[in-house]
């Protein structure tokens, strides 16, 4: 059974360009979630998608915008890239429904480095 | 605003010895806290976690403890190894009820096992 898969796995981008990420959930997973982790710091929320809509989103900026397609696939996209952006992309996928919430299983994350 | 603050931010224990982690949160809604190991270049991988209706979880060499009205829970790993290096995060999470799944993580400890 194959888990979470990211990809790329490393990614170099100039300033102001712009970046996608994909994601494959585990497989009996139908909810992805996106986490920022810059270095040395935990992970942090940036938003969640369920039935190809965003559930819930966290601070980050409008330049971040994400899609989930039908087979519950996930692409997170990234504007005008700052330095700032930066950081470890991870993705996980769970399985939620109010009453029953499943662990959350990380890939294994994009490094985004912005130049 | 960090929703769960962690500490030690580093930690350096002997082969054999007893590592103790410590987190603590302000969100009563909070109604799940895992605990995730994060080797360098790897996603974070779900360790343990607990609901607060207990007060103390055991898996092996690792232990959560909860204490639900000091609003604060720790990682006790037993006859640590060098195998256990790694950074540990705590988590939160509200949701069982609402469906929301989005975690709020502390920011790490890296701890070091020395043989």
């Known amino acids: 059974d194959a888990g979470v898969t990211q990809s790329p796995t490393h990614l170099i981008k100039t300033r102001g360009q712009q970046v996608t990420l994909r994601c494959s959930p585990k497989?009996?997973?139908?909810?992805v979630s996106w986490y920022q982790q810059a270095l040395g710091q935990g992970p942090q929320f940036i938003f969640q998608y369920y039935e190809e809509e965003e559930r819930q989103r966290g601070n980050f900026p409008d330049r971040f915008s994400g899609h989930q397609f039908p087979n519950y696939s996930s692409e997170l996209n990234v504007n005008a890239l700052l330095l700032g952006d930066s950081a470890l992309y991870l993705c996980?996928?769970?399985?939620?429904?109010?009453?029953?919430?499943?662990?959350?299983?990380f890939g294994q994350g994009t490094r985004l480095t912005v130049v | 605003q960090q929703q769960v603050k962690q500490s030690p931010q580093s930690l350096i224990v002997q082969k054999g010895g007893i590592s103790i982690i410590n987190c603590a949160y302000e969100?009563?809604?909070?109604?799940?806290f895992p605990w995730y190991q994060q080797f360098p270049g790897k996603g974070p991988a779900l360790l343990i976690a607990i609901r607060p209706d207990v007060s103390e979880k055991k898996e092996g060499r690792f232990t959560i403890s909860f204490n639900k009205s000091a609003k604060q829970f720790s990682l006790h790993i037993m006859d640590s190894q060098p195998g256990d290096s790694a950074t540990y995060f705590c988590?939160?999470?509200?949701?069982?009820?609402?469906?929301?799944?989005?975690?709020?993580f502390g920011t790490g400890t890296r701890l070091t096992v020395i043989p």
């Open positions: 497989s009996g997973h139908d909810t």
């Open positions: 996980a996928s769970s399985l939620v429904r109010i009453g029953v919430n499943t662990e959350a299983f």
């Open positions: 988590a939160a999470r509200e949701g069982y009820q609402t469906g929301a799944n989005n975690l709020f």
């Open positions: 969100n009563t809604a909070f109604d799940y």
